[in-house]
């Protein structure tokens, strides 16, 4: 698990870089088991087309550059594309968006990805205190996150009990228990996730700064997650 990991890392610092795109990233994460779509990484058109087949239309495209790290912000990013024919106007408006948005922009590749059913949607991060070391955050994405702020924080390394309490002590998690009817959140998956971060995190302590999962889509109990989007920043 962390030799796996370390060597992506690595490979990026020799690079002289400290961000990593989200394909890096997801490598990095793959290497501690944790759930991803099926994705790959495209260099060229006919590459694109090929894996698009594979993994099955409706796809998305993601552009991955090292200077683009906000890919909404650049258009970068292109949802529910339906056969070879759309994918082959989008991959040049994606390469268009991203000369618009930064003609220096290194291109890795365009991230060829399943369009995935919408679940509840959670974020899971971690960030660098000077004085208490690293801390894992939890909390609902979206709005949650963004306006009402509603996250918690623990010290890692965490335990399994750690995990339950910071899920229970948001005050989105009756949206998560299952509230109007709907049926509850896969918790299982989460607390999986936030333990398998922990240790990611705590093995790679010199390396890492912070850390991103978001979105990360919750699907109903016993159907598990899935990474939508990840972002780590190396020290």
Known sequence: MKDEALKVIEEILAQGRKALVEYEAKQVLKAYGLPLPEE????TLDEAIKYANEI??????????????HKSDAKVVMLNIK???ELK???KEIHENARKYRPDAEILGVLIAPMLKPGRE???????????GHAIMFGLGGIFVEILKDVTFRIIPIEEKDAWAMIKSIKGYPILAGARGEPPADMKAIVDM????SQL?????DYIKEMDLNPVFIYPEGEGAVIVDARIILK
């Open 194 to 197: 936030m333990l398998k971060v």
């Open 122 to 132: 959670i974020i899971i991060g971690v960030t660098e205190d000077p004085q208490f």
């Open 56 to 69: 099955g239309y409706p796809v998305v495209m993601k552009l991955m550059s090292p200077q683009i790290l």
């Open 40 to 43: 790959k990484l495209a260099k």
């Open 201 to 205: 995190v705590d093995d790679l302590k």
């Open 83 to 85: 056969n070879d024919e």
């Open 89 to 91: 106007q989008k991959w």
